[in-house]
């Protein structure tokens, strides 16, 4: 909420923000018109580096889905930010390939 308040924006606006700086990809839901709206109030603004690094504090290395199924790939963008026990490997009993 400091972040947001210090650039006068939303805090969705600012994590928004930060998912394009870090080269990340994100998809915005929403059915409401002016949320909708509020999603491109991100072009007009930039965080600090010092803004960055508060979110890279926050990083715990967790990721909602990790896809075996492509985390050997040369061009798997989360290679840095994969738990530290995390095998790269082919996909095999217990992976989302697995899954039925």
Not at 5 to 16: D, E, F, H, I, P
Not at 41 to 53: A, G, T
Not at 88 to 98: C, E, I, M, N
Request: net charge neutral; with cysteine.
């Amino acid at each position: 909420a400091a972040i947001a308040s210090k650039y006068g924006k939303s805090t969705a606006n600012v994590v928004l923000r930060w998912h394009v700086q870090m080269g990340g990809t994100m998809c915005c839901k929403s059915v409401t018109p002016s949320r909708i709206e509020e999603n491109f109030k991100i072009w007009d603004f930039e965080l600090s580096q010092d803004d960055m690094r508060v979110f890279d504090k926050m990083n715990v290395g967790w990721r909602h889905l990790l896809w075996a199924e492509c985390s050997m790939h040369p061009d798997y963008p989360f290679k840095d930010d994969l738990p530290h026990d995390y095998v790269l490997q082919k996909p095999g009993l217990g992976s989302t390939a697995g899954a039925k």
